[in-house]
């Protein structure tokens, strides 16, 4: 059974920074690649990063890029995004999720994590 | 970026009903679509890929259609677990975007 289970969310300031963690199971994590979608309360969902399953290639989206990095552990099965220069704008719950194609970049998205809460606030 | 527009914001339906969802690209957007469910306090789950391609174990009573800018999602009888928010996205150059979500509330 595919598992996804992220961790690191938290109440940060402005400016601050978090680093998400995502443990994956139950499919050969390197052989797909991964996402962060994010979705801030009561609003629609937006994608935020990318990384191919051997980690060689990354994507972001503009309103993060510079700020966030997306990397990931093969040998620990875990899929991270470190947030810098944290916004209020940031604020939202994060979700990790599965492509859903092995060996490419799909980036249809058939297994998501229960989603961790990132609130950017003084 | 790509836009995706959704309509309507809001469905309003009866268990039973036929549920026609739109989402309207800015620009072509070839077949590379899909459609997703989330309900209150859930990740979303994929439904349909590739503008019409049923995900592992979606009932078939979902089906998708269209190419280019013109997309539409349809339940052909709702179930009382329809009853959700269903967003689209599209997958253009690493510019991934979602639309605004469209709510089929019970009438």
Redesign the interface.
């Known amino acids: 059974e595919v598992q996804l289970l992220e961790s690191g969310g938290g109440l940060v300031q402005p400016g601050g920074s978090l680093r998400l963690s995502c443990a994956a199971s139950g499919f050969t994590f390197s052989s797909y690649a991964m ?1 962060w ?1 994010r979705q801030a309360p009561g609003k ?4 935020v990063s ?1 990384i191919s399953g051997s980690g060689g290639s990354t ?1 972001y ?2 309103s993060v890029k510079g700020r966030f990095t997306i990397s990931r552990d093969n040998s620990k099965n875990t899929l991270y995004l470190q947030m810098n220069s944290l916004r209020a704008e940031d604020t939202a719950v994060y ?1 990790c999720a599965k492509d ?1 194609a092995s060996g490419y970049s ?5 297994y ?4 961790t809460l990132v609130t950017v606030s003084s | 970026e790509i836009v995706l527009t959704q309509s309507p914001a809001t469905l309003s339906l009866s268990p039973g009903e036929r549920a026609t969802l739109s989402c309207r690209a800015s620009q072509s957007v070839s077949s590379y679509l899909a459609w997703y469910q989330q309900k209150p306090g859930q990740a979303p789950r994929l439904l349909i890929y590739d503008a019409s391609n049923r995900a592992t174990g979606i009932p078939a009573r979902f089906s998708g259609s269209g190419s280019g800018t013109d997309f539409t999602l349809t339940i052909s009888s709702l179930e009382p677990e329809d009853f959700a928010v269903y967003y689209c996205q599209q997958r253009s150059n690493w510019r991934i975007t979602f639309g605004g979500g469209t709510k089929v509330e019970i009438k």
């Open positions: 996402s979608v629609g969902l937006e994608w990318a994507y989206a503009d979700y859903w799909s980036s249809w998205y058939n998501w994590g229960q989603g």
